[in-house]
């Protein structure tokens, strides 16, 4: 604590700009984002089997009439919706995992490693495997997925809501949520024929292929709303990261706050996750890289995971569809083996900058 | 005025505090004394509403504290927790403006900011308000707690070992500033306190806690003596007095007594 005269000089004008300027910087990194995002778009809905140029897609997007039959059904029936729907589920995993990281004040917590996905995948295995309950597989799935991941987070809450409770045990009970729903996973799969397993890997994949416009509004909607609400508790959120004591004596409902966010995280990546699949690493990565950028300011923290999710999974899209031309590459494997690597070079950058 | 009627506090069993009963004044700072494991600890978060009172009443100007207010009555009360480890991503500015959270719209006001820049400079802080908490000493980060707590501006003031992390400079600073404020905005303050002499020196009052029990309560002057410490502590130790009257305490190593 040794500020000699000339730093201490330093007005409380200056200051002020100095606040207003980061912000600035925050919202630069927001709008690039966006930028990235709007590119990645495009290029997605340009790779696929039939060869469309850049210029055409851009075009058929900007101005529908324009185009041709042909090119308006590929573009706008076939590509868009499961494009967008890259974007709209990377951001939901972005949002899920900073915000379980945010609650439970854990770098390791994302939907992925508390068991939620498992429990998803659980569900969905045993809506194929029992014939769909007399529904169709097309709602069937979903469903199961959706009920079975509400289930594992009904779970976490019942935890949270008991007095004296800390975050890591919440964590723990996650860990042991994940490993019970893959043991049940691998049980239906030891029971089941040989071709209702391949059906079962196939969505455990993770797949943006079965996308259809409905399901890309019902999973938007729920995105947004979700999303909506957990920044208009960006503040409160915030001073969460400053230790729960001390986020009570500011006046934050602890218990309260931690109940509602994990409400809306469940129902976020509940929906997305049963109508996609499993994608793991965009719900733990995306955050700690929008960390990195902005810091822990929920206010761009919130808005920046969600960007950054949604460009992660729309890139890997491309990736997808790109390493073998004409032949698609499950997602949820591309995620990972693109991201892990660039993640490990950026924590391992970001460190050694920390030490210079 | 703060009143404890008779309280007592339980954890797992045990008996943390046993019966206490205080008044304290408004305006006056007062320094929670005593050996670790005695409730000094306890004593404050059941004030603060984290911990349940096993038995007895906590009023704050008349008002009661129930469960069911817990909102109500922690919007009095300025509470530092002992623990300020923070490796946070956040400028020494955010996280004072903080203090205000119950009025923080969703772009930061030049009011706010103004605030917290304030609360900074009155501790000759302004030059770390717009570092990143993580990069902060443990002692930095607890004087920048200090100017979150301090925005919030309080009737009740509880503060966990404020010092603990601090050096010679900054303590004084922040127990001048404490015991300024204390008196100029009317609050009761509180603070847990394990250095003896800087408690003499700027508590009006001491609580002395030892077995979950008050062993004495009142001016430095009047409460401090080598026999209280040598019951409280098992150390050996002199209080003298200074010529204005304020005492002072040394502690005697084993060779140093007599026989």
């Avoid at chain 1, 097309?138 to 079975?148: D, K, N, S, T």
């Avoid at chain 2, 925005?151 to 003031?157: A, C, E, K, T, V």
Wanted: hydrophobic share 50%.
């Amino acid at each position: 604590m040794n500020g000699s005269a000339t730093v201490l000089a330093v007005s409380g004008a200056e200051m002020l700009e100095r606040q207003r300027k980061r912000e600035g910087r925050r919202w630069r990194f927001l709008s690039v984002f966006a930028g990235l995002i709007f590119c990645s778009l495009t290029l997605d809905v340009a790779t696929g089997p039939s060869l469309l140029g850049l210029r055409e897609v851009l075009a058929t997007l900007l101005s529908p009439a324009s185009a041709d039959a042909m090119t308006r059904a590929i573009v706008l029936d076939m590509r868009l919706p499961i494009a967008l729907m890259a974007l709209v589920v990377g951001a939901a995993l972005g949002l899920g995992g900073v915000q379980m990281q945010t609650l439970l004040d854990n770098p390791l917590a994302s939907p992925y490693t508390l068991g939620l996905a498992a429990a998803a995948g659980f569900g969905a295995a045993l809506a194929l495997v029992s014939g769909g309950f007399g529904l169709s597989p097309l709602l069937a799935i979903p469903a199961g997925a959706f009920a079975f991941c509400l289930l594992a987070a009904g779970l976490l809450f019942g935890l949270a809501l008991l007095r004296h409770v800390g975050s890591q045990t919440i964590i723990l009970a996650g860990i042991a949520l994940l490993f019970l729903f893959q043991s049940l996973l691998s049980l239906v799969q030891f029971l089941s024929s040989p071709e209702l397993n391949q059906q079962i890997v196939f969505w455990l994949f993770g797949s943006l292929m079965r996308t259809t416009w409905p399901m890309l509004w019902i999973t938007l909607a729920v995105t947004v709303v979700c999303g909506v609400l957990l920044h208009r508790d960006a503040w409160k959120l915030t001073c969460l990261r400053l230790g729960e004591a001390r986020a009570r004596s500011l006046g934050v409902n602890v218990e309260r706050l931690r109940l509602k966010t994990l409400a809306l995280v469940a129902l976020m990546t509940a929906t997305a996750i049963s109508f996609v699949g499993i994608i793991g690493f965009i719900g733990l990565v995306a955050p700690h890289i929008a960390r990195m950028l902005v810091g822990e300011d929920q206010r761009f923290l919130i808005p920046l995971s969600a960007l950054c999710g949604a460009l992660m999974l729309s890139t890997a899209s491309v990736v997808s569809k790109s390493i073998v031309p004409g032949a698609l590459f499950p997602i949820g494997i591309v995620t990972a083996l693109i991201g892990v690597p660039f993640f490990i070079w950026l924590v391992l950058s970001q460190r050694g900058r920390a030490r210079a | 005025m703060l009143e404890l009627d008779d309280l007592t506090l339980r954890l797992g069993g045990q008996t943390l505090v046993d019966g206490l009963n205080l008044t304290l004044q408004p305006g006056q700072l007062h320094a929670i004394i005593g050996p670790n494991g005695t409730g000094k600890t306890s004593l404050l978060r059941a004030l603060f509403g984290e911990l349940p009172l096993a038995k007895g009443q906590i009023r704050l100007d008349g008002q009661p504290m129930m469960p069911g207010n817990l909102a109500v009555w922690r919007q009095a009360i300025g509470y530092m927790p002992q623990n300020t480890q923070l490796d946070l991503d956040l400028s020494a500015l955010e996280v004072v403006v903080l203090g205000r959270l119950q009025r923080l719209s969703m772009r930061l006001s030049d009011e706010d900011l103004d605030a917290a820049l304030t609360a900074l400079q009155a501790l000759e802080l302004s030059h770390l308000a717009d570092r990143a908490m993580h990069t902060f000493s443990g002692g930095q980060r607890q004087m920048v707690l200090f100017a979150q707590v301090l925005l919030r501006q309080p009737r009740l003031m509880l503060l966990d070992e404020p010092v603990s992390a601090l050096d010679l400079k900054h303590q004084m600073q922040l127990m001048e500033h404490l015991k300024a404020q204390t008196v100029d905005q009317g609050w009761v303050s509180l603070a847990v306190l394990h250095d003896l002499n800087l408690a003499a020196q700027f508590a009006d009052h001491l609580i002395v806690l030892g077995e979950g029990r008050l062993q004495a309560f009142g001016p430095p002057a009047e409460v401090l003596s080598g026999e209280l410490i040598e019951r409280l502590y098992h150390v050996p130790a002199d209080v003298r007095h200074d010529p204005d009257g304020q005492p002072y305490v040394r502690t005697l190593r084993a060779a140093a007594l007599p026989g």
